[in-house]
């Protein structure tokens, strides 16, 4: 049996296989489904074609379990931004084939219990990029439900944008930051997806050349901050005319293990 139980929805491009007979054996077992939204009605319920002539209806009042209007229904918006998206489900009810009622708030819910009760800080989890903002990105984690990556949280290199190390729709691996167990609110970290600061260290050696991206330049002209690699940064003397995200060439000049320091020379 294929199920997708708390993982992002759409991470298997896949449908869950329905017949009359799975149907009474997913309901039991109250399994979580995965099917993709064909239509939304003028009254914002959602529509799942299966195979055999099976149809899904998710009634609008069963898509969303946390972003909700004061009725208690998502908006608008919210329903018709489904169609032609995976979404995870249950099945709630089925009279027949062409009344088969399903939920993915009951999803939701489900994943918001596991979130406040079985999730832990520090544990790795698997996620799909949903959306970024100037400050950080949202990665759905499981069942529809999305923690924050800060921006300060995407890399050990500073950037000026989250697209610089993510892209919508990309799968990723994240860390558990911090747990809000009351609300089920989740907080993110990517950098440790690009190791350590030794891990990274090992790739470079003392009087190596090699290329590097102008991250920061200080105020008062001390230095400028060199990307080797997203978790590793060295500092160099300051030279008039680069700019950010400028990649020069630059030579190693020592690495110092013990202080986690790299000092480079611009080439």
């Known amino acids: 049996m294929n ?24 309901k039991i077992n109250s399994e979580i489904l995965q099917g993709r939204v064909n239509r939304c009605d003028e009254n914002y319920n959602l529509y799942i074609q299966f195979e055999n002539g099976l149809t899904g209806i998710m009634p609008r009042q069963e898509i969303e ?27 709630k009810e089925a009279k027949d084939k062409n ?3 399903v939920s993915r708030k009951e999803v939701q819910q489900e994943t918001l219990d596991w ?10 989890v698997t996620g799909i990029v949903k959306n970024i903002q100037p400050y950080g990105a949202f990665v759905e984690i499981a069942g529809g439900v999305v923690g924050l990556i800060h921006i300060e949280d995407l890399s050990i290199a500073r950037i000026k944008t989250p697209y610089e190390r993510l892209d919508i729709g990309q799968k990723i691996q994240v860390v558990v930051k911090s747990i809000d167990r009351n609300t089920g609110k989740v907080i993110l970290s990517y950098k440790e997806s690009f190791g350590s600061w030794e891990e990274n260290a ?35 003397e300051y030279k008039e005319g680069l700019e950010y995200g400028q990649m020069v060439d630059v030579y190693v000049k020592k690495i110092d293990s013990y202080r986690r320091k790299v000092k480079l020379l611009i080439v």
């Open 99 to 101: 009344h088969i009622i």
């Open 202 to 236: 090992q790739k470079f050696k003392s009087g190596m050349k090699t290329k590097g991206i102008v991250r920061e330049t200080e105020k008062n002209k001390n230095g400028i901050f060199i990307e080797l690699t997203p978790n590793l940064v060295g500092m160099a």
């Open 3 to 26: 199920t997708l139980k708390l993982k992002p929805e759409g991470w298997n491009d896949e449908i869950t296989p329905l017949d009359q007979q799975l149907i009474d054996n997913y």
């Open 65 to 91: 379990a946390i972003n909700i209007e004061e009725n208690g229904l998502p908006k608008t918006k919210l329903c018709t931004g489904k169609v032609h998206k995976f979404v995870q489900f249950k099945i």
């Open 115 to 124: 979130i406040k009760n079985d999730l832990q800080e520090g544990q790795k």
